[in-house]
T-cell receptor, first 117, second 115 residues
């Protein structure tokens, strides 16, 4: 079974600084997807960024970027120029694609990010 | 698009009562997922549908839980009878089955409290 581990239950960062959230996963598959979701206090789950395992290039979305290390099964999220609105719980998630009906998302336990003014 | 719509946003009920949670997926999406979020267990997948057909319900905790998808634009999750340990936030999510566009879009969730 696939597992996703976020080893940092809580992190804090100063506004305008950079922070990196860690995520590792366990899988024997070669084709899969990785995601970071953000859950602010409103509890809405918001997709931050996605990475296809077959792509070597790391995904970026504005101030958000990932460091995808496939051999190490590592998928960290870097937030640059942190803003107060980035404060939220961040979930790393793994999804397998088998070309058929297997679309399960497996989530990590989350990292609570605090942004200090 | 309006996104995934869930109702109600909050539900407070007493133990033993029937609870029905509702979800309208994004138009055109052919996958629908029900999740439960608790402090202890995090986010758990309960069941998911493809083209209105249940594909995997192995996450449904017990027979008190049931889910239906009578058409492409509506799904329900029912708990009967409800118990205090069912208190959680329940999310519905939908996605397209197209490879490369398979990210799941979540609704705002229903916070269920069973007294």
């Amino acid at each position: 079974a696939q597992t996703v581990t976020q080893s940092q239950p809580e992190m804090s960062v100063q506004e305008a600084e950079t922070v990196t959230l860690s995520c590792t996963y366990d899988t024997s598959e070669s084709d899969y997807y990785l995601f970071w979701y953000k859950q602010p206090p409103s509890r809405q789950m918001i997709l931050v960024i996605r990475q296809e395992a077959y792509k070597q290039q790391n995904a970026t979305e504005n101030r958000f970027s990932v460091n995808f290390q496939k051999a190490a099964k590592s998928f960290s999220l870097k937030i640059s120029d942190s803003q107060l609105g980035d404060a939220a719980m961040y979930f790393c998630a793994y999804q397998i694609y088998d070309g058929g009906s297997n679309y399960k998302l497996t989530f990590g336990k989350g990292t609570l990010l605090t942004v200090n003014p | 698009d309006a996104g995934v719509i869930q109702s109600p946003r909050h539900e407070v009920t007493e133990m033993g009562q029937e609870v029905t949670l509702r979800c309208k997926p994004i138009s055109g999406h052919d996958y629908l997922f029900w999740y439960r979020q608790t402090m202890m267990r995090g986010l758990e997948l309960l069941i998911y549908f493809n083209n209105n057909v249940p594909i995997d319900d192995s996450g449904m905790p017990e027979d008190r839980f049931s889910a239906k998808m009578p058409n492409a634009s509506f799904s329900t999750l029912k708990i009967q009878p409800s118990e205090p340990r069912d208190s959680a936030v329940y999310f519905c999510a939908s996605s397209s089955g197209t490879k490369g566009r398979n990210e799941q879009f979540f609704g705002p969730g229903t916070r269920l409290t069973v007294l």
